[in-house]
């Protein structure tokens, strides 16, 4: 495996963590993880408009009170991958729609996570309710090292499935930008249903609308 | 009708309820009935400080909620019913004629066992829950509106 | 002291880090208060230390940014000598309402802005200045929540409910929820017109059907849809019919 891969499967695990476990500074945002991917395959501006896209799509996510929600990070990173070095924006349908994949995919592996660290909390309840602090810190590290490697383990599925779609070419130029077009329509349609969600009442929609006025103003006067 | 939600959630207020019900069914009001936290001064102030400022909040026993009840269903504030936990829950429907009820959060306790994520629920009160059901209330859980309804027959395996 | 106090503020950096669904964050709030416990009277082989550590792993929830209130109020709770039942009571309560600030604060407020700049800028600007800008605008907003709740929750112990009542936290609740419909709102037209500038118009036309149709199924026809499934949704339909 090149270093290349190996640095991806790297930052896709620290993105991947960092989404619940540590520390919760948003690298887990595809917008950033996607553009940081873009750098390391040396493809910044391919990994920046997929990372765009995903992050349309991540906008839909009210992570409220332990509901569930797909894992955007080490998907934008895959995501980054599939894209890396194809012209223009012939590779960004396909990319996304692999991306969304591994986001779902993410998905089961949190809960499956969660199970998991219920299991162990489950196994120690005993000595957790005695106030036994060594085995509250072996509990709750062991939870961290589960996410790593779930973390890690997902970007290395994305990866592959990336591979896979890079040597193979399965779609034709019209098919691959039709595919591009309506994933960019429902990225957009996606961020603007999630923002009217989390929008407070009368006032927030005004204030939606008066943003959504000034965006179409710059690009009319663009 | 004007309460739209009955539910329980051993958080009360919180942010699926604040932000995820509330925005979706454009709460005006929250009733928290719970009958320690209705004569505790100190938890009400807490509690105050999780309610955006676009909603009130009333804090009432389950026997002035009782006698409440009809006045909320027709004066028109679009409202939402917490309560904690099951038994509180049990001691509403027989004083109040409530029609539907939504499971948000009921977590670990020593003889609960897990039905959902967000559902434990133990033997006794699964069949306090049946009870009611078979008084025609209908119950299902649902943590957020964007997540599908679970009949309560789908949470008894 | 101090030493304690910096060990905790870097532990509540991993505090979901055993997130499950019977104790939700409750053990990673333990993990994170221990450190302030083990300067209670007797040290960690006094009573009282071992009594907090029997209260502290319990089942809790809150917004990760805000825990550092919690921890710092229940820590200072027990160095008050406060009963039992009173730190249990406070944890119990105390939780609703975190989640509920935190939640409308960073989830619904500052992160979606952050978000929407760094769309915009995206978008706009040069490769990079996006990303970086939405990272260090949403930590700005992370670092002093989480450092603030901390320090607010040990002054006050009981007393937390002046810290959410503060004059600056009100004010920022009143913002940033409209602060963030606006910026995305205007990130919205602006992403979209740069993305399909590369289409040809019938591509562009055939985004701006499916932006129309995926709008009315996940806000209306099929909210439960979700944007992830509907997008795997379309994508399975525009490859079988490529291949049909």
Known sequence: ???????????????????????????????????????????????????????????????????????????????????????????????????????????????????????????????????????????????????????????????????????????????????????????????TVGTLRLTEGRRGITWFSVGLGLGVVWVVAR | MSVLLVRVDDRLIHGQVVIGWGRAVNCERIVLIDDGIAHNDWEQELYRMGVPENMTVEFVSVSEAASAYPAWTVNGQRTIVLLADVDTLVRFCSVAPVTKVNLGGIHGGEDRTERLSYVFLSQRELEQLRDLSARGIEITAQDVPTARAIALEDLAR | MRRAFVSTALRLFTVQGSWNHDRMLGLGLGYATEPLLRELPGGVSGDRYRAAMRRAGGYFNAHPYLTGLAAGAIARAEHDGIAGEQVERLRTVLLGPLGSVGDRLIWAGTLPAASGIGLVLSATAPIGVGAVTFFVLHNLAHLVVRFWGLRAGWRLGTAVARALASPALVTALKIVGPAAALLVGAALPITGAWLVSDLEVGARVAAAAMFVVAFLVTRWIAPTLRGTRLGLLVAAAVLIGEWM
């Open chain 1, 1 to 191: 495996m090149n270093p290349e891969l190996w640095l991806l499967l790297l930052w896709g695990g620290l993105v991947g963590l960092d989404l619940v476990s540590v520390p919760q500074m948003m690298i887990a945002r595809p917008l950033v993880a996607g553009t940081v991917a873009g750098v390391i395959t040396g493809d910044p501006g391919s990994g920046m408009v997929v990372g765009v896209i995903l992050e349309l799509f991540a906008l839909d996510i009210l992570p409220v009170g332990g509901v569930r929600y797909p894992d955007y990070g080490p998907a934008a990173v895959a995501a980054a991958y599939t894209v890396a070095g194809a012209p223009g924006l012939l590779a960004v349908g396909v990319a996304v729609v692999l991306g969304l994949l591994v986001a779902y995919a993410g998905e089961w592996s949190l809960l499956a996570l969660r199970r998991w660290n219920s299991w162990d909390v489950h196994r120690h309840a005993a000595q957790l309710d005695a106030g036994d602090a060594t085995v509250m810190r072996r509990v709750h590290i062991r939870g961290i090292g589960r996410d790593a490697a779930r973390a890690v383990l997902l970007t290395g599925f994305g990866l592959a499935l990336a591979d896979v779609v890079r040597r193979w070419s399965f779609i034709s130029v019209r098919g691959a930008v039709l595919l591009a077009a309506v994933m960019i329509g429902v990225a957009l349609a996606t961020a």
